[in-house]
């Protein structure tokens, strides 16, 4: 008799954590199968007025993920004085600044698991004080070093080039 109740709470205990691993590899398997990353082809970054637009599609999420998107990029600009005429004075102040500058969003992917949206960039504020009756405005600006992340599946991207 002790034979058989030994065997049966082995059986029992074998059950279970073969249950428990079934279980757990259900969970598990879900996350280990998601590969985000963007598609190449589909991520761009263009200029819109003085703002950069970074354009991305990403894949390899799961269905209804939320992820956030950041897109940096440094961006360098040159601002001078311009008097109520719209000319430059012929002392003119001028400064560049360069900096980096960010934009992210909260996407949705959709219902095979991917995500497309633009990120929009706006430039850094400009540095430049003008005398009394002449206005810092911006005569010149670029962006490069542009790189999209995924701050939730920490995916990335560099897009080469200067905007």
Sequence with gaps: MKKNYLSMRYTTIAIIAIAVAGLLA??????????????????????SGDNLACIFKESGLGEGTTVTITCSASATRVDSCVNGGGNIP?????TTTVAT??????FTADKNGNVQGTVTVSPPPTTLS??????????????????????????????????
């Design 130 to 163: 003008c005398p009394s009756g002449q206005t810092a405005t911006l005569i010149s600006l670029s962006y490069t070093s542009v790189m999209l992340r995924d701050q939730t599946s920490g995916a990335s991207i560099n897009i080469p080039g200067t905007f």
């Design 90 to 94: 012929s002392d003119a102040k001028k």
């Design 26 to 47: 259900s969970t598990i398997t879900p996350a280990m199968a998601a590969s985000p990353h963007f598609i190449k082809s589909a991520t761009t970054a263009q200029r």
């Design 101 to 106: 500058t960010q934009g992210s969003g909260q």
